[in-house]
């Protein structure tokens, strides 16, 4: 079991930053990959950012390429997400995810873990 909690998040103007924030306990030394998604009512999940417990690799959506920043401190089992030039269109629900399977890809369904999720919102 891995225990995932979201921190951060708000509202912002477009243009402006936030920073999220994932604490992880539990299984943690388990877990082979952790990502933030982001879901809008009435869409599918999508991963936004996710990065490699092992060797640090990060892959990011192209929507979001340049402008976040996703990042871990695995002796603080924290996961994190910078998030820069902020648009209307990043407004959503953020989530936290942990994945024991190999690969760091951006399937939902293969992430065992999440956290509660956590409202960002941008307004024009």
């Known amino acids: 079991q891995v225990q995932l909690v979201e921190s951060g998040g708000g509202s912002v103007q477009a243009g402006g930053s936030l920073s999220l924030s994932c604490g992880a306990s539990g299984d943690t030394y388990s877990v082979t990959c952790m990502g933030w998604f982001r879901q809008v009512p009435g869409q599918e999940r999508e991963r936004v950012a996710s990065i490699s417990r092992s060797s640090g690799s990060t892959y990011y959506d192209d929507s979001v390429k340049g402008r976040f920043t996703i990042a871990q401190d695995s002796t603080k089992n924290t996961l994190y997400l910078q998030m820069n030039s902020l648009k209307p269109e990043d407004t959503a629900v953020y989530y936290c995810?942990?994945?024991?399977?190999?690969?760091?890809?951006?399937?939902?369904?293969?992430?065992?873990?999440w956290g509660q999720g956590t409202q960002v919102t941008v307004s024009s």
């Open positions: 995810a942990a994945r024991f399977e190999s690969g760091c890809g951006r399937n939902p369904d293969k992430y065992k873990y």
